[in-house]
């Protein structure tokens, strides 16, 4: 009588393989469920703080799109004018959710804070 051998070193094999690939499947998973960034100036800079009305104005109204990157390298002799086309601008060419009437504010605490009337 001759003893059959059921276990054989090639089913260890495939085992071996299945296991393997498994796990190489779960490091390639897609990754495109993940969100896709817009690339704005991403740094950061916080508006700076400030008692007038304008400064709440201005984290409510200017805060969705970029930081306070741009405003802290506009001129820092800026005029009033130059402030509120400023926030015309974002308003008219970018959408910018600002009131008509919270504009003279918020020009205010940026000519005030970044522009010629700067402490
Ligand atoms: C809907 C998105 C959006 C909002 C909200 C927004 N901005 Fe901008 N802002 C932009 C984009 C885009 C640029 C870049 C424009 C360019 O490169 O010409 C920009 C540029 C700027 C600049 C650089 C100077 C210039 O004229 O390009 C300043 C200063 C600025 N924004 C201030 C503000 C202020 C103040 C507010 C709130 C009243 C505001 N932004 C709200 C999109 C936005």
């Known amino acids: 009588m001759t003893k059959t ?5 090639s089913s260890v094999a495939g085992i071996a393989a299945m296991t393997y690939m498994t796990s190489a499947s779960l490091l390639f998973t897609p990754t ?3 969100a896709k ?3 704005l100036p991403g740094d950061g800079t916080l508006w700076r703080p400030s008692a007038l009305p304008g400064y709440q104005l201005t984290l409510q109204n200017c805060s969705a799109c970029h930081s306070a990157h741009y405003a802290e390298y506009q001129p820092p002799n800026s005029s009033p004018a130059y ?8 308003q008219k060419a970018f959408k910018a959710p600002v009131s008509d009437s919270d504009i003279a504010l918020i020009t205010e605490y940026l000519t005030q804070t ?3 009337n700067r402490k």
């Open 5 to 9: 051998k059921h276990f054989t070193w």
């Open 32 to 34: 495109s469920a993940v």
């Open 37 to 39: 960034d817009i690339e």
């Open 83 to 90: 402030w509120q086309a400023t926030v015309v601008k974002m």
């Open 114 to 116: 970044y522009g010629e």
